[in-house]
T-cell receptor
Framework: DGGITQSPKYLFRKEGQNVTLSCEQN?????MYWYRQDPGQGLRLIYY???????QKGDIAEGYSVSREKKESFPLTVTSAQKNPTAFYLC????????????FGPGTRLTVT | DAKTTQPPSMDCAEGRAANLPCNHS???????VYWYRQIHSQGPQYIIH???NNETNEMASLIITEDRKSSTLILPHATLRDTAVYYC??????????????FGQGTELSVKP
């Protein structure tokens, strides 16, 4: 089956620890995105990448880092510098160019205490 | 990207048509109208998009007014599984903006038996 996978579904960390969230897609999409969602809110863009080895900051990139070494993978690291890391994190992918829709993964719910 | 305005919540009886409105009075000529929905604690799901013509697919119909300042998403025969938050988004095609989706608060649709 083609799609986007995110793991794990739930993640718990202690404050001050870095944590990396996984996102993998087998849709052969060039573009990948990370969003954050807080309770009762819409999604906000953290980082996006349109091609391997290149990525751009979104609206709320502070305290996060990404890498794009492979087309299929776009891991997100939540660093200790992120002041409010507890949130629902969503990864998406799309083709590049034209009116392309984005396909979302199931999300990872991160809780930092 | 243009801003959208949606009612915060709507109810619909099961089996009836659900008509979800969206205002986007500042939409530009090259911006598309997209609809996504998000069932609780899942990733958003793409529904439909259009530029200026009405569109229909297996999930829904999208009616865009002639001046493009508003649109309506129609679920022709709503079921309980259509209960979700529906997001109306306007944006340019991906290009060098990276395909950023700007999510507002959306409309929480409750389909009742």
């Amino acid at each position: 089956d083609g799609g986007i996978t995110q793991s794990p579904k739930y993640l718990f960390r202690k404050e001050g620890q870095n944590v990396t969230l996984s996102c993998e897609q087998n849709l052969n999409h060039d573009a990948m995105y990370w969003y954050r969602q807080d309770p009762g809110q819409g999604l906000r863009l953290i980082y996006y990448s349109q091609i391997v080895n290149d990525f751009q900051k979104g609206d709320i990139a502070e305290g996060y880092s990404v890498s794009r070494e492979k087309k299929e993978s776009f891991p997100l690291t939540v660093t200790s510098a992120q002041k409010n890391p507890t949130a629902f994190y969503l990864c998406a992918s799309s083709i590049v160019g034209g009116a392309d829709e984005q396909y979302f993964g199931p999300g990872t719910r991160l809780t930092v205490t | 990207d243009a801003k959208t305005t949606q009612p915060p919540s709507m109810d619909c009886a099961e089996g009836r048509a659900a008509n979800l409105p969206c205002n986007h009075s500042t939409i530009s000529g090259n911006e598309y109208v997209y609809w996504y929905r998000q069932i609780h604690s899942q990733g958003p799901q793409y529904i439909i998009h259009g530029l200026k013509n009405n569109e229909t697919n297996e999930m829904a119909s999208l009616i865009i007014t002639e001046d493009r300042k508003s649109s309506t998403l129609i679920l022709p025969h709503a079921t309980l599984r259509d209960t979700a938050v529906y997001y109306c988004i306007v944006r340019v095609a991906a290009g060098n903006q990276g395909g950023k989706l700007i999510f507002g608060q959306g409309t929480e649709l409750s389909v009742k038996p």
